[in-house]
C-alpha cells in the first residue's frame, strides 16, 4: 500500500512540476511578446506600439529631473513575484492520503514540486529581465522630450520672469508679447499626449502635463497682477491729483496775494496740467484695453477706471465755474484797491495841511512850557502817522504790483517825510 502510495504521489508531483513548467512558459511566453522593446528612435509617433500594455508607470518630477514610477526595480520586482507566485502555488500540496485516511490529519505529507532555486526558475527569471530592460528604452527616450520644459521646474523661467518684471523700460507691447509667448508654450503643454502606448508599457504623463501647465499660468498671472497692480496705481495717482486740482481751484482766497496766486495756479492747470494729465488718461485706457485682453478685474478696479475716464469731463464746468469765481474776486480786489487808494491819497492831502500848518509854528515865541511841549507832541504824532502811511504805500504798491497796475510814486509823502 505504502508503495503504491508512493507511486501515486510521484506521478501527482510529475504533473504538478509539469503544470508549474506549463505556467511559466505560458507567463514568459507572453511577456515574451514585449520582446521586441520600445525603441521608437528619434521621435515618438503615434500608432508605433499597438499592443495592448500590461503596465502603467506615470511621469513623476522631483523639480530637477523627470523620471517613472514605479522604476526599473519595482517593475523587476512585480515581474520575478509573479514567477514566485507560480512556483508557490504549486508547494505545500498535501499527497493524497492526507485527505483518504482520518488518522493522517494533520499530518503534512507534500508533493513535490519545481524549487525557487531551479535553474528552470533562474532561466525564466533572467528572461523576463531581458525582456524588461528592452522596454525601458522607450519611457527614458520619451522622457528627453520633456528636457525644453525642465526650466519650469527648475525655476528658470520664475527667475525670467522676475528679471523682466525689474526692468523699467517695460511697454505693455513687450508685456503682450511675454505673455503671449507662455500662452503658447502653455497650449503646447496642454496639447501633449496624456498617454504614450509603449509597447509593454503606457506612460501616464497627464499629471505632469497638468503641473507644468500650471507652472506657467503661474508665471503668466505674474505678469498680468502686476499691470492691474500698476494700473491701479496710476489711475489712483491720476484721480488724487485731479481731486487736489478740484480743491484747489474752490478755494476762497483772502488776500490778493492768495487770489493772484490761485489764478496762476488755475491758468496752469487749464492750459497745461489739464493736456497731460489728458494724455495720461489715453495711457489708462491704453492699459485697460490690454488688461480687457488678459485679466479678469474686481469690481474695485472697474470702478476706478470708471472715475478716471470721466475726470476730464467733470474738470471742464469746473474750470468754468473757477474762471468765474476768480474774475469776480479779481474785480473786487481791484475796486477793493481802488477805494484804498483814493482814501490814501486823501489821507496824504489831510497829512500835507497838517504839516504845513505846523511849519506855520514860531518856536521862538513860544515862552510857556506847556506851548514847546503841545509842539513837541504834534511833532511825534505827525511822525507816527508818516511812518503809517508808509507802510500802508508799500502795501499799495504791492497789490498794485500783483495785479500788475502801474506803481503810484507817491512823491507827496517822500517830501512830507524829508
Not at 512585480?78 to 508547494?91: H, Q
Request: charge should be negative.
Amino acid at each position: 500500500v505504502e508503495k503504491f502510495f508512493c507511486c501515486v504521489a510521484a506521478l501527482m508531483g510529475k504533473h504538478l512540476r509539469q503544470l508549474v513548467e506549463l505556467s511559466l512558459k505560458d507567463f514568459v511566453d507572453f511577456v515574451a511578446s514585449y520582446e521586441n522593446g520600445n525603441n521608437f528612435g528619434s521621435e515618438y509617433v503615434d500608432l508605433s506600439f499597438v499592443a495592448p500594455q500590461i503596465i502603467k508607470v506615470f511621469c513623476v518630477t522631483d523639480y530637477v529631473d523627470i523620471s517613472f514610477s514605479p522604476g526599473y526595480s519595482d517593475l523587476e520586482s512585480t515581474l520575478l513575484r509573479a514567477v514566485s507566485e507560480i512556483v508557490s502555488a504549486a508547494k505545500r500540496i498535501n499527497r493524497v492520503e492526507c485527505y483518504l485516511f482520518p488518522e493522517m490529519e494533520g499530518q503534512t505529507f507534500l508533493l513535490r514540486s519545481v524549487g525557487h532555486d531551479e535553474t528552470l526558475v533562474k532561466r525564466a527569471e533572467d528572461r523576463l529581465k531581458e525582456i524588461l530592460k528592452s522596454n525601458m528604452i522607450g519611457p527614458e527616450k520619451y522622457a528627453e522630450s520633456y528636457d525644453a520644459y525642465v526650466c519650469l521646474l527648475d525655476g528658470r523661467t520664475a527667475q525670467d520672469v522676475t528679471a523682466y518684471l525689474a526692468q523699467s523700460d517695460q511697454t505693455l507691447k513687450s508685456f503682450s508679447k511675454k505673455i503671449d509667448e507662455l500662452k503658447s508654450l502653455q497650449a503646447e503643454l496642454k496639447a501633449l499626449r496624456w498617454t504614450a502606448p509603449l509597447n509593454m508599457l503606457c506612460v501616464d504623463c497627464r499629471e505632469l502635463n497638468e503641473l507644468l501647465a500650471e507652472k506657467v499660468d503661474v508665471q503668466i498671472q505674474r505678469l498680468i497682477k502686476h499691470v492691474v497692480d500698476k494700473n491701479r496705481e496710476l489711475n489712483r495717482g491720476l484721480c488724487q491729483r485731479y481731486d487736489e486740482i478740484s480743491d484747489k481751484i474752490y478755494e476762497m482766497p483772502d488776500t490778493t496775494e492768495d487770489l493772484v496766486n490761485l489764478f496762476e495756479f488755475y491758468q496752469q492747470a487749464c492750459d497745461v496740467t489739464a493736456y497731460k494729465m489728458l494724455e495720461e488718461v489715453k495711457e489708462a485706457a491704453e492699459r485697460l484695453t490690454f488688461l480687457m485682453d488678459y485679466a479678469y478685474l474686481p469690481d474695485e478696479d472697474i470702478r476706478l477706471n470708471s472715475t478716471t475716464f470721466t475726470w476730464p469731463k467733470r474738470m471742464g464746468p469746473i474750470f468754468e465755474v473757477s474762471q468765474m469765481r476768480l474774475t469776480s474776486r479779481r474785480d473786487k480786489a481791484e475796486a477793493d484797491l481802488k477805494k484804498k487808494k483814493k482814501n490814501f491819497e486823501a489821507l496824504l492831502e489831510e497829512y500835507s495841511k497838517e504839516i504845513e500848518n505846523y511849519k506855520n509854528y514860531d518856536l521862538q515865541t513860544m515862552k510857556k512850557p506847556e506851548e514847546l511841549s503841545g509842539a513837541v507832541d504834534k511833532l511825534d504824532s505827525m511822525t507816527e502817522k508818516l511812518t503809517k502811511a508808509e507802510e500802508t504805500a508799500q502795501d499799495v504798491n504791492k497789490e498794485e504790483e500783483l495785479l500788475e497796475w502801474e506803481v503810484t510814486p507817491y512823491p507827496q509823502l517822500q517830501q512830507m517825510t524829508v
